[in-house]
């Protein structure tokens, strides 16, 4: 490089810059939501819609890359039943991700009740599986690597699912629901499907440690099914379930964020926001408070 | 067919000490010393004319003889044909039946999934070998037919070779046992089924079968091993169950039994210990009970520490070929109540260190556990008894241990539970477009 490259390339930068911050914030944030709520009928066009806001699916695929989706898929119930994700947005996702030149896309979960009859019957592993996706056993503690959770507040150490570890970009796709125990499932809860052993979390709380699991590796995007929400019985579902249509699909890069907006769902039918939404913006996580972030929202 | 199974199955001597083992009764004990007494009398005519293992192998040997007849030939007695069947009764008295269960015939044929699915392998494999080798299986592997070869060794009526017998070899050629030398004029009454294939092929009638005074005084070494196996034979069958009990110990709380298996009396004289359910258990939550219960004596119950019992899974029921457990339909499936829970409240995490669990109520699949908000301001389990049905999903769920704050307790007899009610029918909507 020359002095006069040089120069140029400074000045270049220079204009660069200044522009940049010229611009005025509303066009910046129109660039860029921290979260995308797409209400509508069809799952798979409310994601698409989502993600073209957030500037395109092509922004966390890159041609070659191993892409991981963690669906709900730890129940033996009916696809009706919404206590799995919704298996239509599974396949649209996989091929949609294959389309972008990904290697390969898995699929897993550490199920809660018995694996071969989640995974049938949450209908899931079949439509990965026909979009093109390797859906992956969890039900053996072999599959899972001992991590040391760094900066974890109550949780220090966990085992992570080989292909949770090996994963270029991991996309975590939960159905929220109301839940027994941790009061509310959606993005940060699903995690507690890429663990082995869950028992340590339960002991120590659920509220300190779900966000704990988000510190190791995070992934790259939260995609929330709240197309029918579970609104009691939760998470497995029972007879005198009650059911919320809200016909919404929340995107987001912001964990808290988004969870932080499925609680506002849930609190809107009279349900209670969960802790773990608070610890998590503790611990860096995101923002909870959605009145600083750019909310975009969209009816499809 | 069920009929005909469960009446084979009533007539056996394997299963009739088994049933003698786990639940004592006098008709029981009777039939067995009347097997006993009949096969001291007469000798093994149990395993050709009782034992269905035994004519099955039998015509295999035939339906193979059309082709080409087997030679067979004269094997003389050695330790190694007492070693697994001695094996098998032990660990039976010890109350580890999976070796009983696997060798006693009448589990062998009935016996399903030995690989996790397709045909029972080690049945096909006896069967091929009997075409083969003749009753190969009745005495090296067989426990039944240890029990009563040590009863006919020394039988009052019996086969036996009189002198006028040409040493021809020509019923060894036939004995499918191969317990018979004709070159030098000697049976083992012991090995012998009472085929009687060999009478029929003596050229001069030398065979015959009555009574006959044993000419041979057995070795005395040879006399006590066998009086101290028949000892311990005789004690698997009639040791009291009160007595295990107590060597046990008292057990705790009542073991769950498998869905379907509708009473422990039921389990207990229909189960055939062929271990099927336990093999095909998904959740590999049926284990064979060890000292759960005397009167289990290695039949199947749910250990909800290892697996639970998955809400909708029939499997169990499906593949057990004597109906100790009955077939139950999905729907019939979940209300059936095999144990009541059981909340130990001191003992929760939450309760203990003050923070949100609530794994037993998530797992619950009948709402007979959930979440209630307590004084505390934290919600904590709450029990419906009348949902229960036992699964265990909330007691493997728990993260207290060694012992769950939160467990299921058998029946003794099972029941049904109540249906959790429907209540909403149409789904609620949220009354703002975006509540955010």
């Given amino acids: ?300 | 067919m069920e009929g005909i199974l469960s009446t084979l199955a009533r007539l056996q001597f394997g299963q009739a000490l088994a049933r003698l083992a786990s639940s004592p009764s006098y008709p029981e004990a009777l039939y067995v010393v009347a097997i006993a007494l009949i096969t001291w009398l007469l000798g093994r005519w149990f395993c050709s004319f009782v034992c269905p293992l035994g004519a099955l192998m039998d015509l295999a040997g035939r339906l193979k003889g059309l082709f080409s007849r087997t030679k067979f030939t004269h094997q003389p007695q050695t330790y190694k044909r007492f070693l697994i069947p001695t094996l098998a009764l032990l660990a039976f008295w010890f109350g580890a039946t999976t070796l009983f269960g696997l060798l006693e015939p009448y589990s062998l044929l009935v016996a399903k999934s030995l690989l996790y699915a397709g045909p029972n392998l080690i049945l096909v494999g006896v069967i091929i070998l009997a075409a083969f080798k003749g009753r190969v299986f009745c005495d090296y592997l067989c426990p039944t037919g240890l029990s009563l070869k040590i009863l006919a060794s020394r039988s009052l009526l019996r086969l036996t070779i009189r002198d006028s017998c040409l040493s021809c070899g020509a019923c060894s050629r036939v004995c499918p046992t191969s317990c018979v030398d004709g070159r030098a004029k000697a049976l083992e009454p012991g090995r012998c089924v009472l085929c009687l294939d060999c009478l029929a092929v003596c050229p001069n009638g030398s065979l015959t079968y009555g009574f006959e005074s044993i000419k041979l005084e057995p070795k005395r070494r040879a006399f006590l091993s066998q009086a101290a196996l028949g000892l311990v034979v005789a004690s698997s069958s009639l040791a009291p169950a009160s007595l295990r009990a107590k060597a046990y110990g008292q057990p705790e709380a009542v073991p769950v039994l498998p869905p379907g298996a509708l009473s422990l009396a039921h389990l207990g004289a229909h189960c055939s210990l062929c271990h099927s359910c336990v093999r095909i258990c998904p959740n590999h939550a049926l284990v064979p009970s060890s000292n759960a219960h005397p009167a289990l004596w290695n039949r199947p119950v749910l250990d909800a520490y290892v697996g639970f019992c998955q809400y909708d899974c029939v499997l169990c029921g499906q593949i057990c070929p004597t109906k100790a457990l009955i077939p139950l339909t999905v729907e019939e499936k979940r209300v059936a109540r095999v144990g009541t829970v059981f909340f130990e409240r001191p003992e929760c995490v939450i309760v203990r260190n003050n923070t949100s669990c609530g794994a037993c109520a998530e797992l619950c699949p009948t709402g007979a556990v959930s979440m209630i908000m307590a004084p505390s301001g934290r919600e904590e389990p709450t029990i419906q008894d009348n949902l229960c049905i036992g699964c265990g999903a909330c007691q493997q769920a728990c993260p207290v241990r060694p012992i769950s704050a939160i467990r299921v307790n058998g029946l003794l007899i099972q029941q049904t539970a109540a249906r959790p009610e429907k209540i909403a029918t149409e789904d609620e909507t949220l009354t703002e477009d975006f509540p955010f």
């Fill in chain 1, 1 to 300: 490089m020359n002095r006069r490259t040089f120069l140029k390339t400074l000045a270049g930068g220079a204009l660069g810059l200044g522009l940049g911050a010229l611009a005025p914030p509303t066009l910046k944030a129109a660039a860029s939501p921290d979260l995308v709520a797409v209400k509508g009928l069809d799952l798979t066009t409310m994601f698409d819609r989502g993600l073209e806001a957030l500037g395109g699916l092509g922004r966390y695929i890159k041609s070659g890359q191993t892409v991981l989706i963690k669906p709900n898929m730890a129940w033996a119930v009916d696809p009706e039943g919404a206590a799995n994700t919704n298996p239509a947005l599974i396949a649209h996702m996989v091929k949609n991700i294959l389309n972008l030149g990904a290697k390969k896309v898995y699929v897993y979960d550490n199920t809660c009740d018995n694996w071969s009859d989640a995974y049938r019957m949450s209908g899931l592993e079949s439509a990965a599986t026909d979009a093109g996706a390797t859906v992956a056993p969890a039900y053996q503690e072999g599959y899972f690597q001992k991590v040391t959770i760094p900066g974890g507040a109550t949780l220090k150490t966990t085992q992570y699912h080989e292909l949770y570890l090996e994963a270029d970009v991991i996309i975590n796709v939960p159905v929220l629901k109301h839940h027994g125990g941790a009061k509310m499932t959606a993005a940060m809860k699903n995690l507690m499907g890429a663990i082995w052993d869950r028992r340590p979390l339960h002991r120590e709380g659920l509220d300190e440690t779900i966000p704990d699991l988000l510190l190791y590796k995070k992934p790259n995007l939260h995609v929330v099914d709240a197309a029918r929400v579970m609104l009691n019985g939760g998470p497995r579902g029972r007879g005198d379930t009650r059911y919320l249509s809200s016909q919404m699909l929340l995107v987001s890069e912001d964990p808290v964020a988004v969870d932080a907006a499925c609680a506002k769902i849930l609190e809107a039918s009279g349900l209670k926001a969960p802790d773990y939404i608070r610890q998590g913006e503790s611990l860096g996580l995101g923002v909870a408070d959605l009145t600083k972030l750019n909310v975009q929202r969209l009816s499809v």
